[in-house]
């Protein structure tokens, strides 16, 4: 997804105060321990306006192949978590007349779960010469970036697409447009209790080393 038109600049090039290629231990163990927190999970604690705005800067530096930035975000976050789940509690229950009582405010309840919640738009920019896949996988990478920054700055988060994203009337309520689609409603807020990891896939059974047919 990077631009192969001009040889990257060598180290001793870097304009002056640019970081150094070096680990960075804390960045790694955020990595090995990032995991997904159950929206039950989340505790009843705002977001701050500094470190969500970090966030977001961090999701937005990402490999973006022609520069095109084919993704944006849309913040909901205190009372229009309540205000937004009521109208998609009046769209379902349009949608879906023979509703149980029960259910008909499921999704009120659902976007306050967490303190925050950033949609993920893709808007792939079809006019562009840069494959479309390129550019949805661009935004999979903003999301990725946000969840990452999200657990380095001690909180925690859950990706998912239920019918608020998948429908696009639902995904309307918000400002997605046509051309547009959502990505993900990604929750963020502070975890209420430590959560046990889940079982990871052993790396030699996803990782193989191509060789050439010749060796």
Same mark, same amino acid.
Request: net charge positive; with cysteine.
């Given at each position: 997804?990077?631009?192969?038109?001009?040889?990257?600049?060598?180290?001793?090039?870097?304009?002056?105060?640019?970081?150094?290629?070096?680990?960075?231990?804390?960045?790694?163990?955020?990595?090995?321990?990032? +995991?997904?927190?159950?929206?039950?999970?989340?505790?009843?604690?705002?977001? @701050?306006?500094?470190?969500?705005? =970090?966030?977001?800067?961090?999701?937005?530096?990402?490999?973006?192949? !022609? +520069?095109?930035?084919?993704?944006?975000?849309?913040?909901?976050?205190?009372?229009? =978590?309540?205000?937004? !789940?009521?109208?998609?509690?009046?769209?379902?229950?349009?949608?879906?007349?023979?509703?149980?009582?029960?259910?008909?405010?499921?999704?009120? /309840?659902?976007?306050?779960?967490?303190?925050?919640?950033?949609?993920?738009?893709? =808007?792939?920019?079809?006019?562009?010469?840069?494959?479309?896949?390129?550019?949805?996988?661009?935004?999979?990478?903003?999301?990725?970036?946000?969840?990452?920054? @999200?657990?380095?700055?001690?909180?925690?988060?859950?990706?998912?697409?239920?019918?608020?994203?998948?429908?696009?009337?639902?995904?309307?309520?918000?400002?997605?447009?046509?051309?547009?689609? /959502?990505? !993900?409603?990604?929750?963020?807020?502070?975890?209420?209790? +430590?959560?046990?990891? =889940?079982?990871?896939?052993?790396?030699?059974? /996803? /990782?193989?080393?191509?060789?050439?047919?010749?060796?």
């Amino acid at each position: 997804m990077a631009h192969h038109d001009a040889p990257a600049a060598p180290l001793d090039a870097l304009e002056p105060g640019a970081p150094e290629l070096t680990p960075v231990p804390a960045m790694l163990a955020v990595l090995e321990r990032r +995991r997904s927190v159950p929206l039950r999970a989340f505790a009843d604690t705002p977001i @701050a306006a500094a470190d969500l705005a =970090r966030m977001l800067a961090i999701a937005a530096r990402v490999p973006d192949h !022609g +520069r095109l930035t084919p993704w944006r975000f849309i913040v909901v976050e205190g009372e229009a =978590r309540a205000a937004a !789940g009521r109208l998609l509690d009046a769209l379902y229950a349009r949608q879906n007349p023979d509703l149980a009582e029960a259910k008909r405010d499921m999704w009120t /309840v659902y976007m306050m779960r967490a303190p925050a919640t950033v949609l993920l738009v893709s =808007r792939p920019d079809a006019a562009a010469k840069v494959p479309e896949w390129d550019q949805v996988l661009s935004a999979g990478c903003a999301g990725m970036n946000l969840v990452t920054a @999200a657990a380095a700055l001690g909180y925690a988060a859950q990706w998912l697409i239920k019918w608020p994203g998948r429908d696009p009337n639902a995904a309307a309520l918000f400002g997605v447009g046509a051309g547009e689609r /959502v990505a !993900g409603f990604i929750h963020l807020g502070r975890p209420a209790a +430590r959560q046990a990891d =889940r079982p990871r896939p052993a790396i030699g059974s /996803v /990782v193989t080393h191509w060789r050439s047919p010749a060796d």
